[in-house]
């Protein structure tokens, strides 16, 4: 038979004991003794109830249900999860006695049991509600990378362990998607999206462009001109890069690489040649990036940029005007409408930003990246390879950046390791989206392919805050060199105050993201670090022109416990206390940038 115990465990909390008993249950003698269910033979189930009216927190259940073979105990385990909304010292507005949540850094938060806990038998199911900060109205903020550590009886954690299932329950009442009264957000039902969609009607095809971003000037001639699989890529003055560029494009299309040849004339060659072009009557010179592309069916096409980059940009049109099914090959020959672009970018600066620490991407994908933002004549990479949760680019002078700050991994004292962030899970092998790194080999050759691509890489190390990654990682470095015996090298990119005691929070739910700007040894690890991508940048044979080094998002209450810090500043009274010390730090870091004779760049808030 099943029946429920429920117990009372205040206003609007509930706590329900469901217990499972069967009379043909196994004697225990027939098993091997274990002393707690696996991971794997735990489900746990989250369901949002509501939001608050006021829209500053939510109401949810827990429920979790033992399918192993021995009981779950109110003692001897935590399960951890990542749960953004919740990333605050403070989680938790009301919990039954049973369980407490709490923060443990940035979005990863522990539940575990206290002694009032009912043990959890095989079969049975255990719910509990609890109020926590912030409105949740998606189903994607609700907990993830669920997994449980079990200590033996001596006290000492064991292998964490993955949930064996994890399901979160749909939102679909309008207190669960609304994220309060004041939620103005209309619910996104099949009917209102279906009424939505109605509203809508297809362009007629005159109006859908050809070519994107639209050109300063389209004008289509009427005829169309074949391309075959004898065509001919002249390139004339322009770079022999990029005619072969072209040619390895057009390869699938046409089944065969277009020669290149700069002999070659008529209907079955493109030419491509630099010099001043005129947009709209407007004269374009070097440095403008304009082109301008004719297409006749007895001259053939012609590509004429007013500098190399324009000579790319009227490619990538001309790559428009195939049609799209064409890339997939099978066809001897290809038609594209004949006629005259003229066009010069509106901006100069036209960029694709990407922070990898966060959710890691592989150097295959960064380079697919690249291939798209070309075709869509992007021309600035702003490539950020370090932040809290993560650093991402090999530095041989200081191997734990990426061997410890490369992956994240379960820990429980912050030491040897990133927790893991963003659902990421306890183990960095097999990798997920929150481990990996490039190697110095992996970045070179993600450098020259930009550069084929007329893209400028801007490389970020961000810093003072957004530095946890570099902390723990240089945490590490001085612990192993402290056991070599090895004092002065150990400290010498040391990022910390060890006594420093400052009670922060970042944006994230961090809380030591920080680090002491008023210490030579952040100086020394920064120009050691711009050293590493100007080498990298070199070898590859592309220029480095930019430096962003992040500066957002410093925590209030940062430095102000730092004893290093406050003896520094009462030395220096001119930078005008704790609230001055993230602009003394922008002025030494430019300092460190000019010397390079780079362009500096960070954040603006």
Partial sequence: MKFSVRTSVGISLLAILTIAISTNAVSSADQPAVSHPRGGELEVRWSLIENADDARSHRARWSITNRGKA???????????NMLHMAT?????????????????????KLQPTDEFPELKPGTTYSFEYRGVEAVNKQSWGPSG????????????????LIGKMTIDPLTRPEQINRGTIDQTPIPTPAYLH???????????ERIGKVTPTPVLYRESGASITLGNQLNINPGNASKSDAQYLAKLLTPVLGKTPAINAAATGSQVISLQIKDVTVQGESKGNGSEAYVLDSDPQRGITITGADSDGVFYGIQSLLQLLPPTSFAGGQASVSIPAGHIEDAPRYAYRGQHIDVSHNFHSKESILKLLD?????KLNKFHFQVSDDEGWRIEIPELPELTAISGGRAHTSNHDGALHPTYGAGPFRDPPTHGSGFYTRADYIEILKHAHNLHIDVIPEINLP???????????????????????????????????????????QGFLDNAVCVTEEPVYLFAELILRNFEEMFQEAGVPLTVWHFGADEVPTGVWSKSPL?????????EINGTAGLKNYFVRRIVEIINRHHLQAACWQE
């Fill in 71 to 81: 009981s779950l105990k109110p003692h001897g385990w935590t399960i951890y999860f």
């Fill in 89 to 109: 010292r403070k989680p938790i507005v009301e919990a039954p006695p049973t369980v407490k949540i709490t923060h443990f850094s940035g979005d990863l938060l």
């Fill in 146 to 161: 669920v997994y449980i550590v079990f200590e033996n009886e001596a006290g000492e954690e064991e292998k964490p362990e």
């Fill in 195 to 205: 009424e939505q969609n109605s509203k809508l009607s297809l362009l007629p095809q």
């Fill in 372 to 376: 798209r933002m070309a075709f869509y």
């Fill in 465 to 507: 805050a957004h530095a946890r990654g570099a902390i723990i990682a240089m945490k590490a470095r001085e612990k192993r060199l402290m056991a070599e015996g090895k004092p002065e090298e150990a400290v010498k990119y040391r990022l910390h105050d060890p006594s420093d005691t400052s009670i922060y929070t970042s944006a």
């Fill in 565 to 573: 810090a406050q003896k520094f500043l009462s030395e220096h009274p």
